[in-house]
T-cell receptor, first 108, second 115 residues
Framework: DAKTTQPNSMESNEEEPVHLPCNHSTISGTDYIHWYRQLPSQGPEYVIHGLTSNVNNRMASLAIAEDRKSSTLILHRATLRDAAVYYCILSLLNKLVFGAGTILRVKS | NAGVTQTPKFQVLKTGQSMTLQCAQDMNHEYMSWYRQDPGMGLRLIHYSVGAGITDQGEVPNGYNVSRSTTEDFPLRLLSAAPSQTSVYFC??????????????FGSGTRLTVV
């Protein structure tokens, strides 16, 4: 399975945008890029996913590099409720393979 | 909608005991799966199903059995519990048989301790 590389942790100020990077240099042409987040003591929550084009939804935006070897999750205005572990995952067919993720801390 | 419901939320087992973790979804999702999460780690796939009557192994299937007799339910059975199975278990479902082409909905988890 293709691997992803994310920073262990990041810090942001409340009300400011957050850019969470993810490298996936071994991505294959049919791998989807998924982002999930997990708040303490909760199950993962779907954030966004995409294949080639940038994607937007009510929670976030996903910017995918032209060569697809990296992507960035963008939270437009961080709130304290956005503090969580964010997982960047490549998926093929029937599997999501989770890595360690990025711990996002949001300061008030 | 209830989404994905897991029961029980907490369970303590003795080594060698068996039990079934329940997972039910009311979204008519074809794809369902089970993950385990050990402290400080990401989730690892145990088993998954792309529809009633169809199951397959994930990354860490040993010690676990599954079956899928209905679209709604996907129970996970621990045959003979071992301390190494102490973990938090998450059930997830998704629309369509190729689950990762759509977003997953996760349950709130079952925290299992084997003593």
């Amino acid at each position: 399975d293709a691997k992803t590389t994310q920073p262990n942790s990041m810090e942001s100020n409340e009300e400011e945008p957050v850019h969470l990077p993810c490298n996936h240099s071994t991505i294959s042409g049919t791998d989807y890029i998924h982002w999930y987040r997990q708040l303490p003591s909760q199950g993962p929550e779907y954030v966004i996913h995409g294949l080639t084009s940038n994607v937007n939804n009510r929670m976030a935006s996903l910017a995918i590099a032209e060569d697809r070897k990296s992507s960035t999750l963008i939270l437009h205005r961080a709130t304290l409720r956005d503090a969580a572990v964010y997982y960047c995952i490549l998926s093929l067919l029937n599997k999501l393979v989770f890595g360690a993720g990025t711990i996002l801390r949001v300061k008030s | 909608n209830a989404g994905v419901t897991q029961t029980p939320k907490f369970q303590v087992l003795k080594t060698g005991q068996s039990m079934t973790l329940q997972c039910a979804q009311d979204m008519n999702h074809e794809y369902m799966s089970w993950y385990r999460q050990d402290p400080g780690m990401g989730l690892r796939l145990i088993h998954y199903s792309v529809g009633a009557g169809i199951t397959d192994q994930g990354e860490v299937p040993n010690g676990y059995n599954v079956s899928r007799s209905t679209t709604e339910d996907f129970p996970l059975r621990l045959l003979s519990a071992a301390p190494s199975q102490t973990s938090v278990y998450f059930c997830a479902s998704s629309y369509g048989r190729t689950g990762p082409h759509y977003g997953y909905t996760f349950g709130s988890g079952t925290r299992l301790t084997v003593v």
